[in-house]
């Protein structure tokens, strides 16, 4: 049977030559996606967190923006309402995956079901 599944190679050959390299389908990819974000911000004070991406309830605590030491939560009401009935949390802080401008973020998790959400 995997005689049938013989492929002619020069339509192969062909069909890769045609395409773009993979380094440049990357770019292509990268750029498409990051077309849809918002500018970053280049300083604190210009973060703002009054416009449409931050009305809902996620943004949970903002300490303003003149501070010096700025601090932003943000998380769900069932997420609140978890942590409120969980006996145990769990805390990671982690600097590699803090945002620009941030030196560090806090991941708070809680066990649920025997799990850790």
């Not at 449409?52 to 030491?69: C, P």
């Not at 932003?72 to 600097?95: P, V, Y």
Request: charged residues 15%.
């Amino acid at each position: 049977m995997y005689a049938m599944c013989i492929v002619d190679t020069a339509q192969v050959h062909s069909t890769l030559v045609e395409m773009p390299l993979p380094a440049v389908i990357n770019k292509l990819l990268r750029n498409h996606r990051v077309a849809r974000y918002l500018a970053a911000p280049k300083s604190l004070a210009q973060l703002s967190t009054t416009d449409e991406w931050t009305t809902t309830s996620f943004l949970v605590f903002n300490n303003g923006a003149d501070v010096k030491l700025r601090v932003l939560i943000f998380a769900t009401n069932e997420c609140l309402q978890h942590l409120g009935t969980s006996k145990n949390w769990f805390m990671d802080r982690n600097f590699v995956m803090a945002p620009p401008l941030f030196v560090h973020m806090i991941i708070i998790q809680l066990t649920m079901n025997l799990f850790v959400h």
